[in-house]
């Protein structure tokens, strides 16, 4: 089991910015690629952002690409995503996942959740 808990969310102005956090517990944690989804009401969840084992890659979705980056520091078993320039579009809860292996875009191949942190971008 990996125990995965996010903090960072909260309540931000269009415009400016935020860090989440991601720590990590219970397994190996270089051996999951880490990734960031986010679910708006009424809206399926969808894909961020996902980063690799070793944090030399990295994939994003359209709508985030050169606004947020994720990051991960594996002696501290903790990912991050640094968003920027938000958006009120981007206002979601946000949730934290492992994957065993390569990262990956689909949120049903991810094995472990975080319970979520609620981001709120006002505009």
């Known amino acids: 089991q990996v125990q995965l808990v996010e903090s960072g969310g909260g309540l931000v102005q269009a415009g400016g910015s935020l860090r989440l956090s991601c720590a990590a517990s219970?397994?190996?944690?270089?051996?999951?690629?880490m990734g960031w989804f986010r679910q708006a009401p009424g809206k399926a969840r969808e894909f961020v952002a996902a980063?690799?084992?070793?944090?030399?890659?990295?994939l994003y979705a359209d709508s985030v690409k050169g606004r947020f980056t994720i990051s991960r520091d594996n002696a501290k078993n903790t990912v991050y995503l640094q968003m920027n320039t938000l958006k009120p579009e981007d206002t979601a809860v946000y949730y934290c996942?492992?994957?065993?292996?390569?990262?990956?875009?689909?949120?049903?191949?991810?094995?472990?959740w975080g319970q979520g942190t609620q981001v709120t971008v006002s505009s």
């Open positions: 980063i690799s084992q070793s944090g030399r890659s990295a």
């Open positions: 219970g397994r190996t944690f270089t051996n999951y690629a």
């Open positions: 996942a492992a994957r065993y292996g390569i990262a990956a875009i689909l949120t049903h191949s991810y094995d472990y």
